[in-house]
């Protein structure tokens, strides 16, 4: 059985300071019902998560009792993807014919505080100002640099095209573009990244009715067909956040382990992928992602994005949406917001921001702490 | 008398006159981890023994800290004496790849590649003024 998602809904991105998460996700659970033309007692299942805005499942209280199972999911940056799996596969089962999955977040301002002894780590590593994830994707970009001859003036404009494409999107954080050479000068908070190149924890909410595809006509002239969704967590030897210690022969990562099974699962290939969106916690996120998920190899991302093939009207549009840098990372949201934008793109209606020529195929990657990576391919 | 306290015990052999890491090796696979644990994270074996780390290695990548971290960074800095700090990853030969605080702080001096060495000293002083004892690395000579 296959499974098409037939309702879509959003809360915008950014700071509603009169509005709690959960309230964000009712809000953008009702968009979706109605986009898809049903009532929440038609819901037989609901899967759904928040990292800091309280448990998901508290959203019957604003929908309404009507006893339906509701799961709630935690699985860090991959929470939603999570979620959209279960749903996916409750689905594919058989068990069920439509239900929701939702996800929404409400952080506060800052970056994320780590706790080591969560992680299993000493005291002492967070002591010694180790547990930090920017430090992370620094090391990360930096050493890919060094290997691939990826510039700082990409990085930068990574960056540039987000904020462009972020004031395009009503529902986005950030809609005023910003000066490449603003974002290259702005405050280096771990070398080689800028401030500017960094998301931000925010809040957001959204949610989507998903059905068995043999009935999605009822509900929807233009439904969206999941071809595959796939999840991984990293094997030993990948480069990981939060690691005292790695291993000295590297591996491939969750991100290409997940990608290569999705690929597999929808008997499609990376070039047949119209528009994408990859994970961009930071700039240099979103160029590792565009080799580890297949799209390119490693290094062609300089020339790519030096081109502009990236952008909107690009060969391979990414992150049309504005992507976490324009949108900031609401945890329990931010890969349902992938899969919201790739659902309005191949419906034709991403208005301002459409990709042009009807894209017909659609990506999706998350990447999150401590290595794990949720990737879905869409069809129209 | 103000006394030298490791940060954390196990992490490096002290008190010492020339103090190395201490990692975890497995007996079936060979692989070595940094710090010490009771099992061995690439086939799960509890087959494993205690050894000291090279004090050297080649820098495998780096950046630097540019803000005063949040709790639970603990030093002896306010936000007025805080100054930029490097981290990278020392590749020690035949090892494991160690997460590290550098005493280099500038892009200008690091660089993938080059050659480190270890260095135990004092990180910060504790309420009663005793000296904790961290590990780092630095451009070797
Ligand atoms: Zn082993």
Not at chain 1, 20 to 46: I, N, T
Request: aromatic content about 8%.
């Amino acid at each position: 059985m296959d499974v098409a998602i037939v309702g879509i809904g959003i809360h915008p991105f950014g700071r509603t300071p009169g509005r709690s998460g959960l309230q964000q996700g009712a809000y953008a659970a009702r968009q979706a019902l109605k986009d898809a033309g049903v009532e929440w007692k038609d819901m037989q299942f609901g899967f759904g998560g928040s990292a800091s805005a309280g448990s998901a499942d508290a959203l019957v209280n604003e929908l309404g009792l009507t006893g339906l199972p509701f799961i709630n999911v935690a699985n860090g940056c991959a929470t939603g993807g999570s979620s959209l799996i279960s749903a996916y596969n409750a689905i594919k089962s058989g068990e069920y014919d439509i239900g929701m999955v939702v996800g929404f977040d409400k952080h506060e301002r800052g970056a994320f505080n780590a706790d080591p002894k969560q992680m299993g780590i000493g005291e002492w590593y967070g002591e010694k100002g180790l547990m930090i994830t920017t430090q992370f994707f620094a090391m990360k970009i930096q050493r890919y640099m060094d290997m691939y001859g990826i510039s700082r003036d990409t990085l930068a404009k990574v960056a540039q095209k987000a904020f462009m494409n972020g004031s395009m999107n009503p529902n986005a954080w950030r809609r005023d573009e910003i000066p490449l050479d603003e974002i290259a000068n702005s405050f280096m908070v771990s070398d080689p990244l800028t401030k500017y190149m960094f998301c931000a924890p925010g809040e957001g909410g959204i949610a989507l009715v998903v059905c068995r595809a043999d009935k999605a006509k009822q509900y929807t002239d233009k439904p969206i067909y999941l071809k595959a969704a796939a999840f991984r967590s990293r094997r030993f030897g990948s480069f990981e956040v939060f690691a005292p210690s790695q291993a000295l022969q590297q591996v491939d990562g969750p991100t290409v382990d997940a990608a290569s099974a999705a690929f597999e699962m929808a008997g499609v290939g990376p070039k047949d992928i119209d528009v994408m969106q990859l994970q961009d916690t930071e700039s240099g996120a979103e160029v590792m992602h565009m080799a580890e998920n297949g799209f390119c190899e490693h290094g062609e991302q300089e020339a790519l994005i030096q081109a502009g093939e990236t952008r909107i009207g690009g060969k391979m549009p990414v992150n049309t949406d504005g992507g976490c840098l324009a949108s900031g990372e609401p945890i329990g949201a931010t890969g349902l917001r992938q899969v919201y934008e790739t659902c309005l793109q191949l419906r034709g209606n991403a208005e301002a921001r459409q990709v042009p020529n009807d894209p017909r195929l659609g990506y999706t990657h998350v990447y999150g702490a401590p290595g794990i990576s949720a990737v879905t391919i869409l069809q129209r | 008398m103000s006394k030298k306290i490791p940060i954390a015990e196990g992490l490096f052999t002290w008190p010492s006159d020339n103090p190395a890491l201490l990692g975890s090796r497995c007996q079936e696979c060979g692989i070595a981890e940094f710090p010490r644990k009771l099992s061995c994270p690439a086939c799960g074996s509890e087959n494993v023994v205690s050894e000291e780390l090279p004090r050297r290695g080649k820098l495998w990548t780096w950046t630097i800290q540019g803000f005063m971290p949040k709790k639970p960074y603990l030093s002896d800095e306010t936000p007025e004496t805080f100054r930029p700090f490097g981290v990278g990853y020392v590749e020690l030969p035949g090892a494991v790849c160690v997460e590290s605080r550098l005493l280099e702080n500038t892009a200008e001096d690091l660089k993938i590649g080059m050659e480190m060495e270890l260095v135990v000293g004092t990180y910060r002083h504790d309420e009663e003024g005793n000296e904790i004892v961290g590990f780092a690395f630095k451009a070797a000579n």
